[in-house]
């Protein structure tokens, strides 16, 4: 399921691949797709209304010129590091046109060129000129990393679009295990380029309290300090104290704690407050959503190769599992 997922295309406002294929793994309940591109989806049970919130979009690319020479231009969509992108495979549109990004060879470059802007790269799809490229891209297609899912290491997994997917994924898994809950599920768009989505969603179904499922950084590489750690992989769940774009509800978090304490399920709390995600939008919809967020460690965001722990992921899937058993 997870790699059916991750493997779907959904750059940030052009989610509808994805959307589809969670749509399809949903269909026993009530769902609805908004004008945002959200998909919501309700359980209709019993009991407070909680609402589980993930980001359905991917960074990725737009094409926004076709050269006479038949290469590409394209924008970034969402936070990309230009240097991670050099000599990807991307694909794009919905003719799933194979492509590479490139760049001026290291042979012709001076010792003194800069890291290369945006305008620099080009995407090379094979084309002769401008109009055997045309006659397979348009002008505002949208491109994505190429799929990748391998499992490696002890227990790790590495694939384009853990972020969000694997949030999409808890949230199917949370949905089989607890139907009879009075459970939203918001599957949001936009997320990557402004948490635009989630506040729709909110305010649609205006829930006693709201989870967001998410990612987050980290960064245990080469770890000098403490600041330069935010999380580890491999030592369970991160709850958040605070963030760019939210501070969480304390009360919820304690009940998360508490949860994880008594299951001896373990946790880490993110030790900085960079990033920000969809519950910055939903806390402040309507008149207020106590709101928190639960999330994985994952290793090179916004990249090809993002890596979880699978075993953070499945003790994920417990924590909100039993938490949403303990709340009532």
């Excluded at 949903?26 to 909680?50: A, P, R």
């Excluded at 599920?185 to 305010?203: D, K, N, P, Y």
């Excluded at 369970?236 to 009360?251: A, H, I, K, N, Q």
Aim: proline content about 4%.
């Amino acid at each position: 399921m997870l790699e059916r997922i991750c493997g779907a295309s959904g750059v940030s406002g052009n989610e509808d691949e994805v959307r589809d294929l969670l749509k399809d793994m949903c269909k026993d309940y009530s769902t609805e797709t908004d004008v945002m591109g959200n998909l919501l989806v309700e359980t209709g049970g019993n009991g407070k209304k909680i609402l589980l919130a993930a980001h359905m979009d991917e960074v990725g690319f737009i094409i926004s010129g076709i050269e006479d020479n038949g290469f590409l231009r394209f924008k970034t969509v969402g936070g990309i590091d230009i240097g991670v992108i050099i000599g990807k495979r991307v694909i794009i549109g919905d003719k799933k046109v194979p492509g590479i990004i490139g760049i001026k060879a290291v042979h012709l470059q001076k010792k003194d060129d800069s890291a290369p802007a945006e305008d620099e790269l080009y995407i090379d799809i094979g084309a002769e000129n401008k109009d055997e490229a045309s006659a397979v891209v348009n002008l505002g297609d949208y491109a994505s990393f190429e799929p990748l899912f391998v499992k490696f290491g002890n227990n790790l997994l590495a694939s384009k679009a853990l972020d969000d997917r694997a949030g999409c994924a808890v949230l199917t898994e949370e949905l089989k295990r607890n139907a009879g809950k009075n459970l939203c599920l918001a599957f949001t768009a936009q997320e990557e380029v402004g948490c635009r989505g989630a506040a729709i969603a909110a305010e649609r179904f205006q829930p006693d309290v709201a989870l967001v499922v998410e990612t987050t950084i980290c960064q245990d590489v080469f770890p000098t300090n403490l600041n330069k750690t935010p999380t580890k992989l491999g030592e369970g769940p991160v709850l958040t104290f605070l963030d760019r774009t939210s501070v969480p509800d304390r009360e919820v978090i304690e009940s998360l704690t508490e949860t994880a304490r008594k299951h001896k399920i373990p946790f880490q709390y993110k030790k900085t407050n960079m990033g920000g995600t969809d519950a910055g939008s939903i806390s402040r919809a309507a008149e207020g959503i106590p709101t928190a967020i639960v999330a994985l460690p994952c290793r090179n965001l916004h990249s090809p190769v993002t890596v979880i722990s699978l075993d953070d992921y499945n003790n994920l899937i417990k924590l909100i599992d039993l938490w949403l058993k303990d709340i009532g």
